[in-house]
C-alpha cells in the first residue's frame, strides 16, 4: 500500500475524461486521503487532448506529477495512451480502452494510425501491468456508449483493490456512491452497471 499514489488520465474531449478525474479526487477524499488535481486541455470541444493528473496521499501538496512518477494510468483512447508514456513510471498499473478516434491529422492521409500490435508493444516497454478494456463496446451493451468511461472506472477499482495499492476504505460502493452524486438521476442505474460490468470484466 502505498503513502501516495500518482495517476493520470488521457483521453479526447467528449470521453468523459475530466467527469472520470473529478470522481477519482472525490473517491480519494472518500477513502481518507488528500486528494488533488491538475487538467489540461487541447481543444477538447473538437477532440483534442484532454489529460488530467490526480494525486491521493496522506499529504498532498501539489497536483502535479512529473514525468516517470505516474503509477496509475487509465487511458481513454489508443492514440492518446502512446503519447502520454513517459509519465509512467517502470511497472505502473494501466487501462487502456480499445477505442479508436482517428484525428484529423489522419483522416486528412498526413498520417497513420498506431495498429494494435504496435500499442500493445510499446506499451510493454514501460510495464507489464497494462489491461486493455472495450469500454465502449461493454457499455454498448448496457444500452449507452457514452458511459464507456463509467467502465473504465470500474475495471481501474477492481485493479486498485487486487493490487493492494489503495486503502481498506476504498470499496466498490464508495466509488458508486461518488459515481451517482455526479451523474443525472436518470443515468444512475446505467452506471451502476456499467461500473460492475467494468469490475467483472478484469
Same mark, same amino acid.
Given at each position: 500500500?502505498?503513502?501516495?499514489?500518482?495517476?493520470?488520465?488521457?483521453?479526447?474531449?467528449?470521453?468523459?475524461?475530466?467527469?472520470?478525474?473529478?470522481?477519482?479526487?472525490?473517491?480519494?477524499?472518500?477513502?481518507?486521503?488528500?486528494?488533488?488535481?491538475?487538467?489540461?486541455?487541447?481543444?477538447?470541444?473538437?477532440?483534442?487532448?484532454?489529460?488530467?493528473?490526480?494525486?491521493?496521499?496522506?499529504?498532498?501538496?501539489?497536483?502535479?506529477?512529473?514525468?516517470?512518477?505516474?503509477?496509475?494510468?487509465?487511458?481513454?483512447?489508443?492514440?492518446?495512451?502512446?503519447?502520454?508514456?513517459?509519465?509512467?513510471?517502470?511497472?505502473?498499473?494501466?487501462?487502456?480502452?480499445?477505442?479508436?478516434?482517428?484525428?484529423?491529422?489522419? /483522416?486528412?492521409?498526413?498520417?497513420?494510425?498506431?495498429?494494435?500490435? $504496435?500499442?500493445? +508493444? =510499446?506499451?510493454? @516497454?514501460?510495464?507489464? #501491468? !497494462?489491461?486493455?478494456?472495450?469500454?465502449?463496446?461493454?457499455?454498448?451493451?448496457?444500452?449507452?456508449?457514452?458511459?464507456?468511461?463509467?467502465?473504465?472506472?470500474?475495471?481501474?477499482?477492481?485493479?486498485?483493490?487486487?493490487?493492494?495499492?489503495?486503502?481498506?476504505?476504498? /470499496?466498490?460502493?464508495?466509488?458508486?456512491?461518488?459515481?451517482?452524486? $455526479?451523474?443525472? +438521476? =436518470?443515468?444512475? @442505474?446505467?452506471?451502476? #452497471? !456499467?461500473?460492475?460490468?467494468?469490475?467483472?470484466?478484469?
Amino acid at each position: 500500500m502505498k503513502d501516495t499514489i500518482n495517476f493520470l488520465l488521457a483521453g479526447v474531449g467528449g470521453q468523459g475524461t475530466i467527469l472520470a478525474a473529478d470522481v477519482l479526487v472525490n473517491v480519494g477524499m472518500a477513502a481518507g486521503y488528500q486528494a488533488k488535481q491538475a487538467e489540461v486541455h487541447g481543444m477538447s470541444q473538437r477532440g483534442g487532448s484532454v489529460t488530467s493528473f490526480v494525486r491521493w496521499g496522506k499529504i498532498v501538496y501539489s497536483p502535479l506529477v512529473g514525468a516517470g512518477e505516474v503509477d496509475v494510468y487509465l487511458a481513454f483512447e489508443k492514440a492518446e495512451a502512446l503519447r502520454n508514456l513517459n509519465q509512467l513510471r517502470a511497472g505502473a498499473l494501466a487501462v487502456i480502452n480499445l477505442q479508436a478516434i482517428e484525428p484529423i491529422t489522419v /483522416t486528412s492521409g498526413g498520417q497513420s494510425y498506431p495498429d494494435d500490435d $504496435r500499442l500493445r +508493444a =510499446k506499451i510493454a @516497454e514501460v510495464t507489464d #501491468k !497494462a489491461v486493455y478494456v472495450d469500454g465502449e463496446c461493454i457499455a454498448g451493451e448496457l444500452g449507452n456508449s457514452r458511459a464507456a468511461n463509467v467502465v473504465l472506472l470500474g475495471a481501474l477499482s477492481a485493479l486498485i483493490e487486487a493490487a493492494g495499492l489503495a486503502r481498506p476504505e476504498l /470499496t466498490p460502493e464508495a466509488w458508486l456512491k461518488v459515481i451517482e452524486g $455526479r451523474v443525472p +438521476a =436518470k443515468y444512475v @442505474e446505467l452506471n451502476r #452497471k !456499467a461500473f460492475q460490468a467494468g469490475r467483472e470484466t478484469v
